[in-house]
């Protein structure tokens, strides 16, 4: 085990170039440049969306690398260090290093100066100023430093092994080590993971429990990293075996090189690879792939997904479309197969944006899904057919269906009120369409759906359903148990939507209230909305949401924080004068989506954090995300950019 650890040190000494841009900030908050060691045919990842954790929903980090390969500092034209010393050392620590940086940059180490001296480059020349070193009181001569002081060593409390924090469980040092892990690569230049690699040479006992966390969860942004893990377990299988989650969200399909001589030099992501690394991994839980490595997901290593990992519980194939996968999926996944298994252990499936899986191969999975909480079918060929063939002993929390052109508003709501795997345990469903092309549920449907739904629910999206003023009644009762709720393309006008937010106010012929109107009157409570989608909506407008009649902005409507617009609405409220808009509200967009967004105040930001967080969010902090996710943990990569982007 010490060699491994050992080993594991010794290969994480790298940085990943990521450059996150924050959206929507003042100047003064912009972005500090990132950078990374590693070998000069490493790659970055590629776009992706985080959440901000700033106080203020829908704040995401959208980033967009852009590397620039330098000549190394030490054989600069402008530095003119001559220490051999300085020299050596920085080829060993920073050979080929990838600077992000809007312009190029130098990082010099000068002779007998102890710091490093920044030289921008502006254009074709280099600036010559000294400022740093009058700052430093460099006139050529070494700088005078105070004398060191001398610290007198105190005797260890505790004998080697001994202290309070190692005499824990270990499953409980894991556990709390587990905080100190990041479960995406970092967005800036420090080292990933480092209090983590810091504790591996703490002591023998601090080293398993650290050993063990960090191998609990395996990110993998670029090609690079993957060639070292799989170096690793293969020499010390020991550690496969520590692994629970393989994460491919952050990987990059840029530079993997696939000529003959660099998969003889280096071991990529590849089909023959990837089916080794499962090979080494039997415990592994949770599998997270996604578009960029679509076409090294081969029938070994789908059979071994499918089939040779009993402890699997998780499988995300996140925009797979390619011919590569599609005709892969469809052998493995087939009647005639014999190895394929009449019951899979899966408990979360996401197939979103899967567009190319024809629907007879869905009809073959699906039926063997015994164990389905989290199904994400969004934008797939998914019939009515299929969807009825789930097994009954499912038991459905999350479920999206959106963009599924080949279903009917029948079928979906049959499955939703009717079937055992859904009537009676969804949290969560998407039945999202882009009414323009396609309409999934009729003024009856809707009316048979909203009467059906479950008392579990806490997210609804019914963007493009014909929802009218005659769904009210049945639309005021779910406003107490959802957290989240997609009325967009409804038609009803803003005081339809004013008075979720106001007791029913029934008038009769003399305009008394009515006998039940005040009976509801002294039963009502606020509605309980954090998040309304009113994208598309007609009488949603800029200039009615401003009005002093609107009270959807005002403090009454709390805890609404966030409203979904679109894409007219947000750029009308852009162009008001900020004096127009109300005190402590502001714009967030991004990519299609745009919300208008309530700000807590600077003393309730840490409550409003903790506030949004929801179990099932799985790990997601902000409203309205359109993906499924399989595995909880923070959002970032390709799987931030279809929750909150698309």
């Not at 052998?331 to 567009?355: D, K």
């Not at 949004?612 to 997601?620: E, N, S, T, V």
């Amino acid at each position: 085990m010490s060699a491994s650890r050992k080993s594991y040190s010794s290969s994480t000494l790298c940085l990943d170039t990521t450059h996150g841009t924050k959206l929507h900030h003042s100047p003064s908050q912009s972005p500090s440049p990132a950078s990374r060691r590693g070998s000069r045919g490493a790659r970055t990842s590629f776009v992706s969306i985080r959440e901000d954790d700033g106080g203020l929903a829908q704040t995401f980090l959208d980033v967009k690398p852009t590397v620039a390969d330098l000549d190394h500092p030490v054989n600069h034209p402008e530095c003119n260090c001559k220490d051999e010393e300085t020299e050596r050392e920085l080829n060993e620590s920073m050979a080929m290093a990838l600077i992000l940086q809007p312009q190029p940059a130098c990082y010099c180490p000068c002779g007998r100066l102890d710091r490093w001296k920044r030289i921008r480059l502006g254009g074709r020349q280099m600036s010559r100023s000294t400022e740093d070193l009058r700052a430093w009181q460099f006139d050529g001569e070494e700088p005078s430093m105070p004398a060191p002081k001398r610290v007198k060593a105190t005797p260890p409390k505790h004998a080697a092994g001994q202290s309070p924090l190692e005499r824990l469980p270990m499953e409980i040092l894991e556990s709390i080590l587990r905080f100190l892990m990041t479960d995406i690569p970092p967005n800036g230049a420090e080292l990933r993971n480092i209090d983590l690699i810091s504790c591996l040479l703490t002591s023998k006992r601090m080293a398993d429990a650290a050993l063990t966390v960090l191998y609990r969860h395996v990110t993998i942004p670029h090609s690079l990293i993957f060639s070292k893990f799989l170096a690793h377990i293969t020499r010390f299988p020991t550690l496969g075996t520590m692994v629970r989650r393989l994460d491919f969200a952050h990987f990059s399909s840029v530079g993997l090189g696939r000529t003959r001589r660099m998969n003889a030099e280096i071991q990529m992501v590849t089909a023959a690879t990837l089916s080794r690394c499962l090979e080494l991994l039997p415990n592994l839980h949770e599998f997270l792939a996604q578009e960029h490595i679509d076409g090294d997901i081969d029938e070994h290593v789908l059979g071994k997904l499918f089939g040779g990992l009993p402890l699997l519980r998780a499988l995300d194939f996140c925009a797979c479309s390619s011919s590569a996968f599609r005709d892969a999926f469809v052998r493995t996944v087939s009647r005639t197969n014999p190895a394929l298994p009449l019951t899979m252990p899966i408990e979360r499936l996401s197939l979103h944006e899967c567009g190319t899986l024809p629907a007879s191969t869905l009809e073959v999975l699906l039926p063997r899904l015994g164990r389905l909480t989290h199904l994400d079918l969004g934008h797939t060929l998914v019939t009515p057919t299929a969807l009825a063939r789930i097994p009954r002993t499912a038991r459905l929390t999350h479920l999206n269906l959106s963009k599924c052109t080949r279903l009917t508003g029948e079928a979906v709501v049959n499955f939703v009120t009717g079937h055992p795997a859904a009537k009676d345990t969804l949290v969560y469903l998407n039945l999202l369409v882009e009414p323009a092309r396609f309409r999934l549920l009729s003024r009856e449907d809707v009316s048979r759906l909203l009467a059906g739904l479950p008392s579990t629910l806490k997210a609804l999206n019914l963007n493009g359903a014909q929802i009218g003023p005659e769904h009210l009644r049945l639309l005021r009762p779910l406003t107490h148990q959802l957290e989240e709720l997609g009325l967009g393309y409804a038609e009803l006008s803003l005081n339809d939507i004013q008075n979720f937010w106001s007791p029913v106010s029934t008038m009769d012929a003399n305009g008394s209230p009515t006998v039940d109107a005040e009976e509801e009157r002294t039963k009502w409570s606020p509605p309980t909305l954090h998040y309304l989608d009113l994208t598309g909506v007609p009488s949603i407008t800029p200039g009615a949401l401003l009005s002093s009649s609107c009270t959807l902005l005002k403090p009454e409507t709390r805890p609404l924080e966030v409203l979904e617009l679109g894409a007219k609405t947000v750029t009308g409220l852009r162009e008001r004068l900020p004096s127009r808009h109300p005190v402590g509200w502001a714009i967030r967009e991004l990519g299609r989506r745009g919300w208008y967004v309530r700000a807590p105040s600077s003393k309730d930001v840490p409550a409003a954090q903790q506030e949004a967080d929801r179990f099932w969010k799985m790990g997601a902090l902000w409203w309205g995300m359109r993906k499924v996710p399989v595995a909880r943990s923070e959002v970032g990569g390709l799987y931030g950019h279809y929750m909150f982007k698309r």
